[in-house]
């Protein structure tokens, strides 16, 4: 059983910054795909970015455009992803999620078997 605990979402300008944080329970982070998500009122939970369990590779979602930067440290159990450049499309609940597969590539939500609660972002225009 892994508990994911996300933190670092507020209210920010457009154009500003914000640095998301997850924090996972037990010994076996590493073995885990690690993702973000988003939800934004009335749509669908969307792809942000993933990576790999040794943090070598990354992969993001379409919109990211160089935006966002996803990392890890495995010795901390931490996954963030820093956001630059916000725009109000950007607001949403931000949810990180554990894929025990490599598949750092999987944009979908199947394999991800664990979840957090999600922190709200907010992009004022």
């Known amino acids: 059983q892994v508990q994911l605990v996300e933190s670092g979402g507020g209210l920010v300008q457009a154009g500003g910054s914000l640095r998301l944080s997850c924090t996972a329970s037990?010994?076996?982070?590493?073995?885990?795909?690690m993702g973000w998500f988003r939800r934004a009122p009335g749509k669908e939970r969307d792809f942000v970015a993933t990576?790999?369990?040794?943090?070598?590779?990354?992969y993001y979602g379409d919109f990211v455009k160089g935006r966002f930067t996803i990392s890890r440290d495995n010795a901390k159990n931490t996954v963030y992803l820093q956001m630059n450049s916000l725009k109000p499309e950007d607001t949403a609940v931000y949810y990180c999620?554990?894929?025990?597969?490599?598949?750092?590539?999987?944009?979908?939500?199947?394999?991800?078997?664990?979840w957090g609660q999600g922190t709200q972002v907010t992009v004022s225009s």
């Open positions: 037990g010994r076996t982070f590493s073995s885990y795909t």
């Open positions: 990576i790999s369990r040794s943090g070598a590779t990354t």
């Open positions: 999620a554990a894929n025990p597969t490599a598949n750092v590539y999987y944009t979908g939500t199947y394999e991800y078997i664990y």
